[in-house]
């Protein structure tokens, strides 16, 4: 029972332009939602997160939007840069356990 | 300041044999997770730690699989015995209560099981 997809396993986009990584999730009790990079050989690392009562988060380059209704979010990133190649993950919680469910991740590469 | 730290990084072992992999958590964090990551399943939690008690361990796959946590800096997860679909990359990770739900992993331990 995956609770939180992401259907594409890879995007690959040029430097400059916008990558759109999306999730999708099925439990409507999820509160609080998070997007996570990882390197090769290293751990997640934390990159943004939205609360269920807002639908978009900015910060800086990367910005998270969120529709409820859909059970939907998405990951914006502008502009690509090839340093943010690596596999994104999106992640959900409820409440304050920090207890997180993982999508499969996406690979992105940005060309130069 | 000191993130998570994992030991062994990377770990061959033969089926049928014990593996131990240990996380030192960030000081401070009163929550440990255990992750494991596979290309079939993606990153899953095994278990997790609330103040040095096990608070929810129903990822852990089977009785072969078992974690403790004897102080606020320092866990294991034992595999034992164990065998070639246990290998994979298993993370620890930990937070503080009341910094929102980001947890902080570790880089990771390498297991392979031959």
């Known amino acids: 029972d995956q609770q939180v997809k992401q259907n594409s396993p890879s995007l690959s986009v040029q430097e400059g332009r916008i990558s759109i990584l999306n999730c999708d999730y099925t439990?409507?009790?999820?509160?609080?939602f998070l997007w996570y990079k990882k390197y090769p050989a290293e751990g997640p690392t934390f990159l943004i997160s939205i609360s269920s009562i807002k639908d978009k988060n900015e910060d800086g380059r990367f910005t998270v939007f969120l529709n409820k209704s859909a059970k939907h979010l998405s990951l914006h990133i502008v502009p690509s840069q090839p340093g943010d190649s690596a596999v994104y993950f999106c992640?959900?919680?409820?409440?304050?356990?920090?207890?997180?469910?993982f999508g499969q991740g996406t690979t992105l590469q940005v060309k130069p | 300041d000191a993130g998570v730290i994992q030991s062994p990084r990377h770990e061959v072992t033969e089926m049928g044999q014990e593996v131990t992999l240990r996380c030192k958590p960030i000081?401070?964090?009163?929550?440990l997770f255990w992750y494991r990551q596979t290309m079939m399943r993606g990153l899953e939690l095994l278990i997790y730690?609330?103040?040095?008690?096990?608070?929810?361990d129903s990822g852990m796959p089977e009785d072969r699989f078992s974690a403790k946590m004897p102080n606020a800096s320092f866990s294991t997860l034992k595999i034992q015995p164990s065998e070639p679909r246990d290998s994979a990359v298993y993370f620890c990770a930990s937070r503080v209560q009341g910094a929102g739900n980001t947890i902080y992993f570790g880089e990771g331990s390498w297991l392979t099981v031959v």
């Open positions: 992640a959900a919680s409820v409440g304050n356990t920090g207890k997180l469910i």
């Open positions: 439990n409507s009790m999820f509160d609080y």
């Open positions: 000081s401070g964090h009163d929550y």
């Open positions: 730690f609330n103040n040095n008690v096990p608070i929810d």
